[in-house]
């Protein structure tokens, strides 16, 4: 089994450290449960310049380093890879961060997981070339049988495959979203994740 795990806010708490983080650079007091939009200038209603602020800020290697883990994810995870299932961790961070982001998944248990950055949401320079970058056009050749993602922008990505399943883990910008089809299943956490992924083959 093919699954395609992504990273932040499925394997760890992105959306509550940049909540703080916004509340620290800026001043601006959007809880976590409070955050409507995935889009994190819309979420905390920030400036184009607070925007790139917070951006940069928080994507330093030592802020995305202090990132909690989502509680299970590596438990999950590591199942999976000991039952012989393909697990690819797929991200949408900037490329930059590739080798923190791989030392977070060391750190966390998940050195046998592989880790591909794509650019999901259009932000890279697709002249830049390198072994852990997926293009577009090699990600729609691999084939899955279950994906964890909590971005409403990212469900075009699987549109393609329309046996896949699709485990939308649950995140207060998604809880509204319609969701594209009768595959999408909202997860509350790993463990209704590992319920519904155990013993059942194709995921
Ligand atoms: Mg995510």
């Given at each position: 089994m093919n699954i395609y795990v992504d990273f932040d806010?499925?394997?760890?708490e992105s959306g509550r450290f940049f909540s703080g983080l916004a509340a620290d650079m800026f001043g601006k007091n959007v809880p976590y449960e409070e955050m409507?939009?995935?889009n994190l200038q819309q979420a905390f209603r920030l400036t184009d310049e607070e925007y790139r602020e917070l951006l940069i800020r928080g994507h330093e290697d030592e802020m995305l380093l202090s990132i909690e883990e989502t509680p299970g994810a590596s438990a999950v995870l590591n199942e999976w890879i000991r039952r012989g299932e393909n697990v690819t961790v797929i991200t949408g961070r900037p490329y930059r961060t590739y080798e923190v982001s791989r030392l977070w998944l060391d750190r966390h248990g998940l050195g046998d997981v592989q880790l591909l950055l794509m650019d999901k949401y259009g932000r890279e320079d697709h002249t830049v070339k390198a072994d852990f970058i997926l293009e577009p056009e090699d990600y729609y050749r691999m084939k899955f049988d279950c994906a964890v993602e909590d971005s409403p922008s990212a469900?075009?990505?699987?549109?393609?495959?329309?046996e896949l399943k699709v485990l939308v883990f649950e995140r207060p910008w998604n809880r509204e979203t319609e969701l594209p089809g009768n595959n999408f299943i909202r997860c509350s956490g790993w463990e209704t994740i590992r319920a519904i992924t155990a013993g059942e083959p194709g995921c």
């Open positions: 806010d499925c394997l760890c409507r939009f995935f469900f075009r990505f699987f549109g393609h495959l329309p």
